[in-house]
């Protein structure tokens, strides 16, 4: 029987919410090209000399906030997924998951792999929409890895699965959960990109110019923002919504370059109407992290109160349920 390695990839977490840890972390994440694509001396210049100085006391704080007697959320959540698919699987498949940054590293993991010898490697990032700040980093840092090995054996990629029908109906009927019907108003947040990135997919259609919003356009299949839209009129469709009955946001932005519209705004604008209830899902996650526990729970939750809102409640991500197993058994089965 042929031996499969199967290689999950989640973007990572500190060691711990100590400062040092916290800073460790924010360093290997930020000075990835990918993920701020200046130049290099630049880059090091605004992320080492300007933005961890300022951001990492303030991060630390809130890693504090997130953690928990299991530690880590992502980590958590991440490892319990890779043992129950182990556990699903036959022997000729071995699970294996790697953060992109942190631990357990991408490399050490790749390394572990290796001492195994498979005949293919199933790569899968945990990431539904491909973006090259995220799935696009991963696979750099994989490749950069395979080219040493000697032996390199069959590789599959799966870029991303924004419009699986696995992922859509099981994130369908995680919203369920929640009796979408009870809230005034649904807000799906997708997490954020600087538009320069967008745009350096498809450079003759502009972020503004192009229609994803819409529908899905031939040049969107590996766009972020047209695979986030898509993913959404997919689950809308699911879901049975009228169109005044959601809207679509964007979290976690750095500056106003960001896409847009943004989550927080949105937020806010739906309180001062007299919205009283909301409820908030994040496809672009399949695992609770800082963004949605501590950003849309905590920070939006907040915010919304303080603008008139009575309740804000969070769809949990897929994390490691029964349903998001059994579908991401049939998403590998299907390589």
Not at 210 to 231: D, F, Q, S, V
Not at 245 to 273: C, H, M, Y
């Amino acid at each position: 029987m042929k031996k499969v390695a199967v290689l999950l990839i989640n973007i990572g977490t500190p060691d711990s919410p100590a400062l040092s840890d916290v800073r460790r972390y924010l360093s290997e994440f930020l000075n990835d090209k990918r993920v701020i694509t200046l130049p290099f001396f630049l880059r090091k210049i605004l992320v080492n000399g300007i933005i961890i100085p300022f951001r990492a006391r303030k991060s630390s704080k809130l890693y504090k906030n997130l953690w928990t007697e299991k530690g880590s959320a992502l980590l958590h959540y991440s490892t319990e997924l890779k043992n129950k698919l182990q556990n699903k699987f036959n022997k000729d498949y071995k699970i294996y998951l790697g953060m992109r940054y942190g631990n357990p590293s991408l490399i050490t993991t790749l390394k572990q792999i290796k001492e195994e010898n498979p005949d293919e490697i199933i790569i899968l990032p945990l990431y539904p929409q491909y973006a090259s700040s995220t799935t696009g980093s991963a696979f750099e840092a994989i490749f950069n890895e395979l080219k040493n090995w000697n032996v390199i054996p069959g590789i599959k990629l799966i870029h991303q699965f924004y419009n699986h029908p696995e992922f859509i109906n099981t994130y369908v009927n995680q919203i369920l959960k929640y009796d979408p019907k009870d809230y005034d108003h649904i807000i799906f947040s997708y997490h954020g990109l600087p538009i320069s990135h967008i745009d350096k997919i498809h450079s003759s259609i502009s972020n503004d110019s192009c229609e994803c919003i819409n529908e899905m356009p031939e040049h969107g299949k590996l766009c972020y923002k047209a695979t986030c839209y898509e993913t959404n009129r997919l689950i809308v469709k699911g879901l049975g919504l009228t169109q005044n009955e959601f809207s679509v946001g964007f979290q976690s932005r750095l500056s106003n370059k960001w896409l847009n519209p943004f989550t927080d705004q949105i937020i806010k604008d739906l309180a001062q109407k007299g919205i009283k209830k909301i409820l908030v899902v994040s496809p672009s996650f399949v695992t609770d992290c800082l963004e949605t526990i501590i950003e849309i729970q905590h920070e939006y939750q907040e915010l919304f109160i303080k603008n008139g809102g009575e309740k804000l409640t969070l769809v949990s991500s897929l994390n490691d349920t029964d349903e998001w197993l059994n579908s991401l058994f049939k998403i590998i089965k299907n390589q």
